[in-house]
């Protein structure tokens, strides 16, 4: 699989005070905004990272999207359980 067919992320706990789950694409960052973004990451707590398929990239992005909002919320998700909801979309 070439690199321009994954999408490379990554999904952390912010370091700062709010403490909030975050996910970052960094393949698909801009000039403008990849040192912030990538900095953002790196202070914060890692949880889980990989490539996504480009082919079923939108997909995985639901995914991940409902188990941010679960672990903002307060629900236990570990990153077992995210990687095996993946699992079908990861590159």
């Known amino acids: 699989m070439r690199a321009a067919d994954r999408v490379m992320f990554e999904v952390y706990r912010e370091g700062?005070?709010?403490?909030?789950?975050?996910?970052?694409?960094?393949?698909?960052?801009?000039?403008?905004?990849?040192?912030?973004?990538?900095?953002?990451?790196?202070?914060?707590?890692h949880f889980l990272?990989?490539?996504?398929?480009?082919?079923?990239?939108?997909e995985a992005k639901a995914?991940?999207?409902?188990?941010?909002?679960?672990?903002?919320d307060g629900q236990e998700v570990t990153p077992a359980e995210l990687e095996a909801e993946l699992r079908g979309y990861l590159a």
């Open 16 to 45: 700062n005070y709010n403490r909030k789950y975050r996910v970052v694409y960094f393949t698909e960052l801009g000039d403008y905004n990849r040192d912030a973004e990538i900095n953002k990451a790196m202070a914060g707590d």
């Open 49 to 58: 990272d990989g490539f996504l398929a480009e082919q079923h990239k939108e």
């Open 63 to 72: 995914v991940i999207a409902q188990a941010l909002t679960r672990l903002n």
